[in-house]
């Protein structure tokens, strides 16, 4: 709830912002110049998009991960299995990335490891926990190097002096594709489906893979080596 008011609101603030807002001195430095430098570069454009995009289907799929264990009659401990992928793929991924520091490679891996787990659990409240297990591994997974691969390319592509603000456009894309992710995967499977019951969860879960698909599409192709 906090998100769904805290969007618009932001989003408000951005377009007040670009010109700038009068003060008793005077008026704020506009953020027109600062948004131009913040995407200048086309790899750190792309990242916010497919972070945009990545948010929709991760946290979306998130919201209804439970009602899929539910539905099968599986225990919520399989949740734990969710969890255990995210901390080891993020403690992990400096490491490999000094060894291979291909950046757009590993963005490619994760959004290919999302559209796996997403599969998985579109396909999980008609085959049962024995698929419904790998993709909630496979789940804390992608997200984990698909945030850190992101993070990190951003902080090696944007701008010195905008360099914060990117950083924190690029969280903003994730927070906002997360509340248009959970809204918009449930409208779709009570449209579709008429609520979340086997269909309407299949639903949900293959549009989110489908927005993952589009971010593997825009994913930066050329090399981006992350600093060692």
Not at 11 to 40: C, D, E, K, Q, Y
Not at 196 to 207: D, H, K, Q, V
Request: include cysteine; charged fraction near 5%; charge should be positive.
């Amino acid at each position: 709830m906090d998100l769904l008011l805290n969007l618009p609101l932001c989003l408000l603030a951005l377009v007040l912002g670009l010109p700038g807002l009068p003060t008793g001195t005077g008026r704020t430095p506009p953020l027109r110049p600062a948004v131009r430098a913040m995407f200048s570069d086309r790899a750190t454009r792309r990242a916010v998009v497919v972070t945009a995009l990545s948010g929709f289907a991760w946290f979306g799929a998130f919201t209804y991960v439970a009602l899929a264990i539910g539905l099968i009659g599986a225990t919520s401990a399989l949740l734990t299995a969710m969890t255990v992928g995210q901390p080891v793929t993020s403690a992990s991924f400096a490491a490999w990335a000094r060894r291979w520091p291909n950046l757009p490679a590993w963005e490619r891996l994760g959004c290919v490891s999302g559209v796996a787990w997403l599969v998985l659990l579109a396909v999980a409240p008609q085959a049962g926990a024995a698929v419904l297990v790998p993709g909630l591994l496979l789940t804390g997974a992608a997200f984990g190097l698909t945030a850190s691969a992101y993070t990190l390319l951003v902080r090696t592509t944007a701008a010195t002096d905008v360099l914060g603000a990117s950083m924190g456009v690029l969280a903003f894309a994730r927070q906002a594709g997360g509340v248009a992710g959970t809204a918009g995967l449930g409208a779709l499977a009570v449209l579709f489906a008429g609520g979340f019951g086997s269909s309407g969860l299949t639903i949900a879960f293959a549009c989110a893979a489908v927005a993952v698909t589009a971010a593997f599409a825009v994913t930066p192709r050329a090399a981006v080596s992350s600093p060692r």
